[in-house]
């Protein structure tokens, strides 16, 4: 048992030791003008965010979930409608679907990326029809940080008319193919939750596109519907604002941002290099950079390692020890024939180690030998 107090599994007060003054001001700011829904701040923020990602516009909004909903409310998804999903992965990707009352497709994910797999996703696709229902979209997830394998998927969705949504809540940042996250797919959304890469002081998210009445659609979802003003309702919608206050905060993240995700590459690169062999690293696959949202390795006996870093005082976390097919309210959708063996595998062999910009070498080198002393006991 080490007598060393315990490490944080990610170090968000690193952060705000670097970057607390700017942001306080900056927040001090939005109190004096008092623009606290849809200030300048937010637009500042848009502009800023869909440039880094090289696309038209990105529509902020209050939560990586709220993005994902939004984008499916101005696709006109309903009941009827089937989108394919990976099963690994967080519940908002399918939850989404399913509040629409349409039905995720559950696909399974290959091995190496733990992202949605392109042969599974071809032998998902004649399940909607069977089930009697139209397929419409996927959503693609880019866990842990990378994005998925969308050279692959392009070709599928083109040959049977479906759009890609890329679920980039943990990849904002990360490239494919040198396109930032945002620009791959046909549209993205991601997320401003506090762990994320690129995280708020609260709840928030964003959707790029490059279509102008997508954005314009958006728009009027994110109040309500609203038309020429917001008392006018030409559609359904909700309450999907960014608050002012965490588009300021955000601005001033975005200052560090890339230099945060150098800083993550890093620490990646010196876990691929320490860690016992029993545990297989993760790897980028061709054309790929990652934001390393998890620095998650597969081991055989997972839970056994775990504690015992638990009580060598590494937290570590298992994302996902239960995939969303084999939970309550998502058992009764369909599934890709025969089943989805690889996220099933993954779900128990999985395990995230602390993961943040300001994992120094030596509290890393703690963590590296904390590790080679719980796979050899
Ligand atoms: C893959 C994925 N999709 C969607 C979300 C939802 O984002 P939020 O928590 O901002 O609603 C998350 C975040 O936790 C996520 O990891």
Request: hydrophobic share 45%.
């Amino acid at each position: 048992m080490s007598l060393a107090a315990p490490l944080p599994f990610i170090d968000l007060k690193a952060q705000r030791r670097r970057l607390g003054p700017q942001i306080e001001q900056a927040l001090v700011r939005v109190l004096e003008h008092g623009a606290f829904i849809m200030g300048p701040e937010v637009r500042d923020l848009e502009a800023q965010l869909a440039a880094y990602a090289g696309v038209k516009h990105c529509i902020s909004c209050a939560s990586g979930t709220d993005a994902l909903m939004m984008v499916l409310m101005a696709k006109g998804i309903g009941p009827g409608d089937a989108i394919f999903c990976p099963s690994f992965t967080f519940a908002a990707t399918a939850e989404v679907v399913a509040l629409l009352g349409a039905s995720p497709i559950f696909v399974d994910v290959c091995a190496d990326d733990f992202n949605i797999d392109p042969v599974s996703l071809k032998a998902a696709l004649p399940v909607a029809e069977a089930a009697g229902l139209t397929p419409r979209g996927i959503i693609a997830v880019d866990l842990f940080g990378q994005p998925a394998d969308y050279r692959a998927l392009q070709p599928l969705a083109d040959a049977n008319g479906l759009w890609i949504l890329a679920d980039a809540a943990q990849s904002f940042g990360a490239s494919y193919d040198n396109r930032r996250v945002g620009a791959v797919g046909d549209f993205a959304t991601t997320s401003f939750f506090p762990a994320k890469p690129l995280g708020c002081y609260g709840d928030g998210g964003a959707i790029f596109t490059n279509d102008d009445d997508f954005r314009d659609v958006l728009h009027s979802i994110r109040v309500h519907g609203q038309g020429r003003d917001k008392y006018e309702n030409v559609r359904l919608g909700i309450t999907g604002r960014l608050d002012t206050m965490q588009a300021a905060v955000l601005l001033q993240k975005m200052t560090i941002f890339d230099d945060e995700i150098a800083a993550r590459n890093a620490v990646a690169a010196r876990y691929a290099a320490g860690l016992p062999k029993e545990m297989i690293v993760p790897t980028l696959l061709a054309g790929r950079t990652s934001v390393w949202a998890q620095y998650t390795v597969l081991l055989e006996n997972r839970d056994a390692v775990q504690q015992k870093l638990q009580a060598d005082g590494i937290p570590t976390m298992v994302y996902y020890m239960r995939p969303l097919h084999t939970q309550p309210p998502y058992q009764k959708y369909p599934q890709v024939p025969g089943g989805l063996p690889v996220t099933d595998s993954l779900s128990q062999k999985v395990l995230s180690l602390p993961m943040h910009p300001y994992l120094d070498t030596p509290t890393q080198e703690r963590i590296l030998s904390a590790a080679h002393r719980a796979v050899a006991a």
